[in-house]
Structures are given as C-alpha cells and as structure tokens.
C-alpha cells in the first residue's frame, strides 16, 4: 500500500469516529435535557455532564488529527 493510500484510510477512519462521536454527543445531550426538563437533577445527569464534556474533547482531538492528516496529504 503507497504512502497516500494509507493517509487516506487513516482519514477515513478519523472521519467515520467523529461521525460516530458526534452521534454520542447528541444522544448523551438529549438525555440530560430531557432530565433536566423533568426535574431530574441527579448523579446520572452530572455523570452524563462529564461524559459530554468529555467526548467535546475527543472530538476536538480528532479534529486536530484529520487536519494533521489533510496536510501530510497535501504535501505529498
């Protein structure tokens, strides 16, 4: 496999975990809405809380990979 295909199913996979970390996010995000809507402050919701905040995080970190990866494609 040359060099450029293997940067390119490198993105591709980055590409596909930001998808899918993005999907997390909006799901994990309408759960702590809804319970806040019923009144539903609770351990659950902080834990839902931090796990939002951390996956903001991975997805910042993927972001900064895919574009690390555009650039090596681009200086080939």
């Excluded at 309408?30 to 839902?48: I, N, Q, Y």
Aim: proline residues 0%.
């Amino acid at each position: 496999m040359s060099k450029l295909d293997e940067i390119k199913e490198i993105l591709n996979t980055l590409r596909v975990a930001m998808s899918i970390s993005f999907g997390i996010l909006v799901i994990i995000v309408t759960g702590l809405v809804k319970r806040l809507d019923a009144g539903s402050v609770d351990m659950l919701f902080w834990a839902g809380v931090v796990c939002s905040i951390l996956i903001i995080i991975v997805i910042l970190k993927l972001f900064i990979k895919i574009s690390d990866k555009t650039k090596q494609i681009g200086g080939l």
